[in-house]
């Protein structure tokens, strides 16, 4: 019988694994496709090429982040412990794409001048809580690896409860760029706030469980 691990490995992993990097599958094959360096490609980059690349790393940066949030509430519910070992993987193409997002807007939107990019951190709310979400994922990600694990020990869960910052401040950025049709970072807004709601039942009932009796010897 197959068992839980080679499942993953050779199975589930690899499955998510490619479902995560298709988005930059897609924007590599049309940014060839834009420069001529092939015919065609299934994403057009269209009129504003720059807009599009945002685009198309902003929503799976934060589309991942959502779901690595989820992870412990589908684990918890389904009693399928064993989903903790998609969580990793999930928040570092969260960050992968949110490290691409800012380079597009760095390099393409803003012609790599740090000088320009810090006067519109400063001067654009929703770029200033975009950067703020930037600088905060970052650590959590350079901190994933098993060996940053046990170094960290019981400050790795807190530094790693930054997640839901990082998300909230995602979201509200969405939001803030957002210029007419509001519905889908309201969506986002609604799915992180049941997801709030689930952590503060779930650290509600913890705190008011009876301590569990000691076991005897
Ligand atoms: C965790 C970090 C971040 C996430 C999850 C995120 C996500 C998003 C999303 C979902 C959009 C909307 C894309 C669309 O529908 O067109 C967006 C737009 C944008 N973001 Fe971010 N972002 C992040 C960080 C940043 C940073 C660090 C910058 C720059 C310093 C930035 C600059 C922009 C710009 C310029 C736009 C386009 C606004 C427009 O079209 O007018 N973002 N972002």
């Not at 509430?73 to 490290?99: E, I, N």
Request: charged fraction near 15%; charge should be positive; hydrophobic fraction near 55%.
């Amino acid at each position: 019988m197959l068992n839980v691990t080679a499942l993953y490995r050779f199975g589930i992993k690899p499955i998510v694994f490619a479902a995560c990097a298709a988005p930059a599958a897609l924007m590599t094959l049309g940014i060839l496709a834009a420069v001529g360096k092939i015919p065609s490609s299934p994403m057009d980059l269209g009129a504003d090429p720059v807009d599009r690349l945002l685009h198309a790393c902003g929503i799976p940066a934060l589309n991942m982040l959502l779901i690595t949030l989820l992870v412990t509430p589908a684990r918890m519910l389904t009693g399928w412990s064993h989903l903790l070992r998609l969580r990793r993987m999930l928040g570092l193409f969260a960050a992968f794409y949110a490290l691409a997002h800012f380079v597009v807007y760095a390099w393409l939107d803003q012609g790599l001048d740090l000088a320009a990019v810090g006067a519109d951190i400063i001067k654009r709310p929703y770029i200033t809580i975009g950067m703020l979400a930037l600088l905060l994922l970052v650590p959590l990600a350079i901190t994933s690896t098993n060996r940053m694990m046990r170094r960290l020990g019981r400050r790795w869960q807190k530094l790693h409860k930054l997640v839901y910052l990082v998300v909230l401040l995602g979201v509200w950025h969405y939001w803030w760029q957002v210029k007419k049709d509001i519905r889908e970072p309201l969506l986002y807004f609604a799915i992180f706030g049941v997801l709030m709601a689930f952590r503060a039942y779930r650290a509600f009932r913890v705190k008011s469980a009876p301590a569990t009796a000691p076991e005897r010897t």
